[in-house]
């Protein structure tokens, strides 16, 4: 069973940075969709980005382009989200996902949350003005 834990949420001030972790365990050797997903109160989940572990396809929300970087450390199964120059608007609870089902040429469109199979528990992401 595909295990996901997210690391690295806080407090920032408007304009900081903040770098999440997420450790995958149990993958196979199948490729994965992998990717940050986020929501805040009342809204829905939104795609922030994704990546696929086979290499090449990235994903950003218009919303997070030029600010955030998605990367992955293979061998170690880790997805890490780097964000800088955070926004208020970026306040929200941030999940990792993966899915072994999701193509590499979808992957890169940004899937939907609904099509992620696993998920972690989530990491808070608070930026105040």
């Known amino acids: 069973q595909v295990q996901l834990v997210e690391s690295g949420g806080g407090s920032v001030q408007d304009g900081g940075s903040l770098r999440l972790s997420c450790v995958a365990s149990?993958?196979?050797?199948?490729?994965?969709?992998m990717g940050w997903f986020r929501q805040a109160p009342g809204k829905e989940r939104e795609q922030v980005a994704t990546i696929h572990t086979s290499g090449g396809a990235i994903y950003y929300a218009d919303s997070v382009k030029g600010r955030f970087t998605v990367s992955r450390d293979g061998p170690k199964s880790t997805l890490y989200l780097q964000m800088n120059s955070l926004k208020p608007e970026d306040t929200a609870m941030y999940y990792c996902a993966a899915d072994r089902n999701i193509r590499l040429d979808s992957c890169e469109k940004g899937p939907p949350h609904p099509l992620f199979d696993y998920w972690g528990q989530g990491t808070q992401v608070t930026v105040s003005s």
């Open positions: 149990a993958f196979t050797d199948r490729g994965y969709c």
